[in-house]
């Protein structure tokens, strides 16, 4: 099975201490999103997991233990987010050019090709205008293509709840033509992450963040995976098992739809313990836990040697 960590909250970032002892101890209990008391014990073993998918915004906490799970013998590789946004809408997180560093670091570290680097969600308005972001995807298309393969975009939804609007189609393939010209002077890949927008004609291709072909590469053997059907239509990810929990980020990005507010984030994290076998607390006591079947998804009539 392949592992999601985490869509919901920001793992490498926040809770690295946890994620290593939750491999240590070859479990993890998952709360059911919706109601507590349901609650899924996920085996963790290199017997049953094909590859960790870490989502992040700031690895740097979890440099530390990639020796361990190294050694583990774990499959993995980072999704980590760069933009251009200021403390008004990412109060929390290190500086621009720190996270940058950041990333090269890591990318030297576990290699480019287990690195990519989301630039989303890209949002339109007076401050965050279209020369802006250009300008600034530049600057960072200067400093990162040598250190990945790929770069994911998006362009902001306009979920249930949210404060911003989503950009006009004719707007979005404007400023995705001159994206698409600034990453190919780097000879960067572009691709889009669940956009209902075509962008083929500018060179952007529908990308998979959970990517069928990335892992077979990591993990070096053929998957019997299908298409995830609990994201969006328009999601290109093969299915896996998120870890995380939401309302569990504590970075108070204003476009997030993990977290509903910053101060129910900043009180949930403050449950947390390291050593519990679930993210937020410990058993009360009054759940019910279900035995959660995992198993390598390895295509099996399909060897090692078909990537040679």
């Not at 939750?22 to 997991?49: A, C, F, H, M």
């Not at 572009?190 to 291709?205: D, H, K, P, Q, V």
Request: glycine share 6%; charged share 30%.
């Amino acid at each position: 099975m392949i592992i999601s960590a985490s869509r919901r909250t920001d793992i490498p970032a926040l809770y690295p201490e946890w994620f290593m002892n939750r491999l240590l101890d070859g479990e993890v209990l998952v709360p059911n999103p919706y109601n507590r008391k349901k609650i899924s014990r996920i085996e963790l073993s290199p017997e049953t997991v094909d590859c960790f998918v870490f989502w992040t915004k700031n690895p740097e906490p979890m440099l530390p233990y990639l020796k361990m799970i190294d050694m583990l013998g774990y499959p993995y590789y980072f999704e980590m987010t760069i933009t251009d946004y200021g403390k008004d809408l990412e109060p929390n997180l290190p500086p621009t050019e720190e996270t940058m560093a950041t990333f090269m670091l890591l990318s030297e570290r576990i290699g480019r090709e287990r690195l990519d680097w989301r630039f989303d969600p890209i949002i339109l308005s007076g401050k965050y205008s279209a020369e802006y972001h250009l300008e600034k995807f530049e600057m960072m298309c200067e400093w990162l293509h040598d250190y990945t393969e790929r770069c994911i975009i998006s362009f902001v939804d306009n979920y249930k709840g949210s404060s911003f609007v989503e950009p006009e189609e004719e707007d979005m393939v404007e400023v995705a033509e001159k994206l698409a010209g600034i990453a190919d002077k780097y000879r960067l890949p572009l691709y889009t992450c669940a956009e209902n927008i075509n962008l083929r004609g500018c060179g952007i291709l529908p990308g998979s963040c959970i990517d069928r072909e990335k892992i077979e590469r990591i993990a070096g053997y053929k998957l019997d995976v299908r298409k995830d059907k609990g994201q969006r239509k328009e999601c290109g990810c093969v299915e896996s098992v998120d870890i995380g929990m939401y309302d569990t980020c504590i970075h108070g990005c204003g476009y997030c739809y993990a977290t509903g507010s910053l101060e129910s984030a900043t009180k949930k994290h403050q449950q947390h313990d390291p050593k519990s076998p679930m993210l937020l607390g410990n058993l009360r006591g009054d759940e019910t836990v279900t035995e959660r079947r995992m198993v390598l998804q390895r295509d099996n009539q399909m060897s090692i040697f078909d990537f040679i």
